[in-house]
């Protein structure tokens, strides 16, 4: 089992970065691939960005490709979310997310075991 702890939500305006951390518990998070993932008010939890357990490849949303980058530490137990040139679209509660059991891509919040709490962007134009 793992508790995720996301970190570094804010307000900022169109233009502006903000990097999200995700601060996992327990000795075995190189086993777990994580996903971030978004929601918006009145909207359906998103696929955002995945990275592998090694870290060798990622995944985006078409959405955010070229402007967003995930990256984990395994030695920190934390995953990362870099978000640049953000645009009011991207305002949402972002969330953190843990997948024992697949390998390769997987959209579906069904498909992530563990989630954190979320941690809220405001992006205003």
């Known amino acids: 089992q793992v508790q995720l702890v996301e970190s570094g939500g804010g307000l900022v305006q169109a233009g502006d970065s903000l990097r999200l951390s995700c601060a996992a518990s327990g000795r075995t998070f190189g086993s777990y691939a994580m996903g971030w993932f978004r929601q918006a008010p009145g909207k359906e939890r998103e696929f955002v960005t995945r990275i592998t357990r090694s870290g060798d490849n990622t995944y985006y949303a078409d959405s955010v490709k070229d402007r967003f980058t995930i990256s984990r530490d395994n030695a920190k137990n934390t995953v990362y979310l870099q978000m640049n040139s953000l645009k009011p679209e991207d305002t949402a509660l972002y969330y953190c997310?843990?997948?024992?059991?697949?390998?390769?891509?997987?959209?579906?919040?069904?498909?992530?075991?563990?989630w954190g709490q979320g941690t809220q962007v405001t992006v205003s134009s």
């Open positions: 997310a843990a997948d024992s059991r697949y390998y390769g891509i997987r959209y579906y919040p069904s498909q992530y075991e563990y």
